[in-house]
């Protein structure tokens, strides 16, 4: 991980770099770090918002909900996440087009409302990051130790800090861009491969997947939760999983709109290709868990049926093990090695964008505002000015 991905995104750094270097000449300009250049184009908005959405939790816990309320449970618990990344681009557009050359949200707080708003704001905004990154990185050791023999915590977060914080350090936001949209085609490779081997496979091992007809007939014969319409896993009418997704509307609020990650990727483009961006990577996202919860779960689901108990006991399934435990059930080792990379590309791309957007935080609204809100001029050169 460290030496693949890891590598792949410094050598990727240092050529974003050397282009801005040798051809925009821009390289030591402090706003091309954190916007990078401010001409990105949709497609890359697309791909980083997308990205960025993609916390390794999604990838485990999407399928742990299937797994509990059927198919109502993703489906509602993206609905509730995804609200809010489609009205996302209503703010930000006011935001781009009355404010162009703020870098943070907060800054607009700063001019508009005053300095003791603005302090306010810079504590949630912090707390928002540090919160999310603390997620992250809990999501990321699940993930990392539950494929993994013997991995302690210090290992699986050292490695962690190396995926996304190296080339965020070397290319700042633009190499982020690039390496989103490097980790968005993966994730989506991956994730085909994971339909074709449980939707249609052909091996026999396993006679309740590998068939949307036998998994159906499997599924259906379990009684699902007491919520669900008619005790099915197989249906949208479910009491539970629509309340989970009217709680994600609240907590994805905060998220969104709290969170410096998300309006830095806006800043980066111009107005209608930011527009354009976050709409189309909302329904990337969209497609990525929905996909891997509908597969997995529903495996999982099928070979509990099959087994005629469950797989896992309450507190693995929480845990969030049954997109591991899948994986490595229909394709060996390959199959961990898979779910480590789509983990290792969503803790890349979400990681290193809370790394750009604390930092953008420190350098505009705390050290430029507060420590040293201007830049010193010696005596001499104030006479010539005055001359």
Same mark, same amino acid.
């Given at each position: 991980?460290?030496?693949?991905?890891?590598?792949?995104?410094?050598?990727?750094?240092?050529?974003?770099?050397?282009?801005?270097?040798?051809?925009?000449? !821009? @390289?030591?300009? #402090?706003? =091309?770090?954190?916007?990078?250049? /401010?001409?990105? $184009? *949709?497609?890359?908005?697309?791909? &980083?918002?997308?990205?960025?959405l993609?916390?390794?939790?999604?990838?485990?816990?999407?399928?742990?909900?299937?797994?509990?309320?059927?198919?109502?449970?993703?489906?509602?618990?993206a609905?509730?996440?995804?609200?809010?990344?489609?009205?996302?681009?209503?703010?930000?557009?006011?935001?781009?087009?009355?404010?162009?050359?703020?870098?943070?949200?907060?800054?607009?707080?700063?001019?508009?409302?005053?300095?003791?708003?603005h302090?306010?704001?810079?504590?949630?905004?912090?707390?928002?990051?540090?919160?999310i990154?603390?997620?992250?990185l809990?999501?990321?050791?699940?993930?990392?130790?539950?494929?993994?023999?013997?991995?302690? !915590? @210090?290992?699986? #977060?050292? =490695?962690?800090?190396?995926?996304? /914080?190296?080339? $965020? *350090?070397?290319?700042?936001?633009? &190499?982020?861009?690039?390496?989103?949209?490097?980790?968005?085609?993966?994730?989506?490779?991956?994730?085909?491969?994971?339909?074709?081997?449980?939707?249609?496979?052909?091996?026999?091992?396993?006679?309740?997947?590998g068939?949307?007809?036998?998994?159906?007939?499997?599924?259906?014969?379990?009684?699902?939760p007491e919520?669900?319409?008619?005790?099915?896993y197989?249906?949208?009418?479910?009491?539970?999983?629509?309340?989970?997704g009217?709680?994600?509307?609240?907590?994805?609020?905060?998220?969104?709109?709290?969170?410096?990650?998300?309006?830095?990727?806006?800043?980066?483009?111009?107005?209608?290709?930011?527009?354009?961006?976050?709409?189309?990577?909302?329904?990337?996202?969209?497609?990525i868990?929905?996909?891997?919860?509908?597969?997995?779960?529903?495996?999982?689901?099928?070979?509990?049926?099959?087994?005629k108990?469950?797989?896992?006991?309450?507190?693995?399934?929480?845990?969030?093990?049954?997109?591991?435990?899948?994986?490595?059930?229909?394709?060996?080792?390959?199959?961990?090695?898979?779910?480590?990379?789509?983990?290792?590309?969503?803790?890349?791309?979400?990681?290193?964008?809370?790394?750009?957007?604390?930092s953008?935080?420190?350098?505009?609204?705390?050290?430029?505002?507060?420590?040293?809100?201007?830049r010193?001029?010696?005596?001499?050169?104030?006479?010539?000015?005055?001359?």
């Open positions: 991980m460290i030496l693949g991905f890891g590598g792949f995104s410094i050598i990727l750094a240092l050529i974003h770099n050397a282009v801005r270097k040798h051809i925009f000449h !821009d @390289e030591h300009n #402090l706003d =091309t770090t954190f916007d990078a250049g /401010g001409n990105v $184009s *949709l497609s890359l908005t697309a791909v &980083t918002v997308a990205s960025q993609i916390w390794p939790g999604d990838i485990l816990h999407s399928a742990t909900l299937t797994a509990k309320n059927g198919i109502a449970g993703p489906f509602w618990y609905v509730g996440i995804i609200f809010n990344i489609f009205i996302f681009p209503v703010f930000s557009v006011q935001f781009k087009t009355r404010a162009p050359g703020a870098k943070t949200y907060l800054q607009v707080i700063h001019a508009r409302f005053g300095r003791n708003a302090i306010v704001f810079c504590c949630f905004a912090l707390v928002t990051n540090l919160v990154t603390i997620g992250i809990l999501a990321g050791r699940a993930t990392i130790q539950s494929l993994t023999r013997d991995a302690s !915590d @210090e290992f699986t #977060l050292l =490695t962690m800090a190396v995926l996304f /914080g190296s080339y $965020s *350090l070397i290319g700042g936001l633009g &190499t982020t861009f690039y390496v989103s949209y490097f980790n968005a085609c993966l994730v989506f490779v991956l994730l085909i491969v994971f339909v074709v081997k449980i939707w249609h496979n052909t091996d026999e091992e396993y006679s309740a997947i068939n949307v007809e036998r998994m159906y007939t499997a599924i259906s014969c379990i009684k699902g919520e669900n319409y008619d005790n099915s197989l249906t949208f009418r479910s009491g539970v999983a629509f309340l989970f009217v709680i994600e509307v609240f907590v994805s609020s905060a998220v969104t709109y709290c969170d410096q990650a998300s309006w830095q990727s806006r800043i980066a483009a111009k107005p209608i290709q930011g527009v354009y961006g976050f709409l189309l990577g909302g329904l990337m996202w969209f497609a868990p929905s996909t891997m919860a509908t597969t997995t779960g529903l495996a999982y689901l099928a070979l509990s049926a099959e087994n108990t469950n797989l896992l006991t309450r507190g693995q399934i929480d845990e969030g093990l049954v997109t591991p435990l899948i994986a490595e059930t229909v394709l060996g080792s390959a199959g961990g090695i898979l779910v480590l990379t789509m983990g290792a590309m969503a803790l890349m791309s979400t990681g290193s964008g809370e790394v750009m957007a604390m953008s935080i420190i350098v505009y609204d705390i050290y430029q505002t507060y420590i040293r809100p201007f010193w001029v010696t005596t001499s050169r104030l006479r010539l000015i005055g001359n």
